[in-house]
């Protein structure tokens, strides 16, 4: 089992940046691949970008390709999403999720474990 804790959200101008952090508790941190999935209001909840195990595969949602930027340290137990050139469009509450099997998913079913979400608001 894994726990995940977000952080890094916040009030950002558009054309601004923001990196969130995901810090996974348990030493199986590299046995999982992590997703990074939003959610805004009156919406369903939608996939942003997908890392495996090793940090050497990445997928993005078209929405966000080539602003953001997924990684992670399995040394520090923590996945990354670096986030630039924000629009006022990518407001919403960002849930990074562990998934015990190894490959892509853009699905949120099939995680397996989420975090409590960290709040990203873009100002136009």
């Known amino acids: 089992q894994v726990q995940l804790v977000e952080s890094g959200g916040g009030l950002v101008q558009a054309g601004g940046s923001l990196r969130l952090s995901c810090a996974a508790s348990?030493?199986?941190?590299?046995?999982?691949?992590m997703g990074w999935f939003r959610q805004a209001p009156g919406k369903e909840r939608e996939f942003v970008a997908f890392?495996?195990?090793?940090?050497?595969?990445?997928y993005y949602a078209d929405s966000v390709k080539g602003r953001f930027t997924i990684s992670r340290d399995n040394a520090k137990n923590t996945a990354y999403l670096q986030m630039n050139s924000l629009k006022p469009e990518d407001t919403a509450v960002y849930y990074c999720?562990?998934?015990?099997?190894?490959?892509?998913?853009?699905?949120?079913?099939?995680?397996?474990?989420w975090g409590q979400g960290t709040q990203v608001t873009v100002s136009s």
């Open positions: 999720a562990a998934r015990s099997l190894g490959y892509y998913s853009g699905s949120y079913s099939s995680y397996d474990y």
């Open positions: 348990g030493r199986t941190f590299s046995t999982y691949s």
């Open positions: 890392i495996n195990r090793s940090g050497g595969s990445t």
